[in-house]
């Protein structure tokens, strides 16, 4: 049963291709959502699918792209309904 997961990513984690990465590896293993930057610094990540899917997308926001630093990822549950596809903004 796929579920929602909102995660905050704190650290050197913009204007380093985190949401465009974030994409193809939320895409590759088949979850839906958006990627987008905070106003202060943060990117938020919205990844609607399967649990299994969402713990490995987790594991892979824990480090990110090659040249992010990621200080902090803080993951929480919601409930909403899931989008089509998976956009960066």
């Excluded at 938020?44 to 902090?72: K, S």
């Amino acid at each position: 049963m796929p579920v929602a997961r909102l995660y905050t990513i704190k650290g050197r984690v913009q204007g380093v291709f985190f949401r465009a990465s974030t994409r193809t590896v939320a895409e590759s293993l088949g979850i839906t959502g958006h990627a987008i930057n905070l106003p202060d610094g943060d990117v938020q990540v919205l990844a609607c699918g399967e649990p299994a899917a969402l713990d490995q997308l987790g594991d892979w926001l824990h480090g990110g792209p090659a040249h992010a630093r990621v200080d902090e990822v803080i993951a929480r549950e919601v409930e909403l309904e899931a989008p089509g596809g998976f956009r960066t903004g």
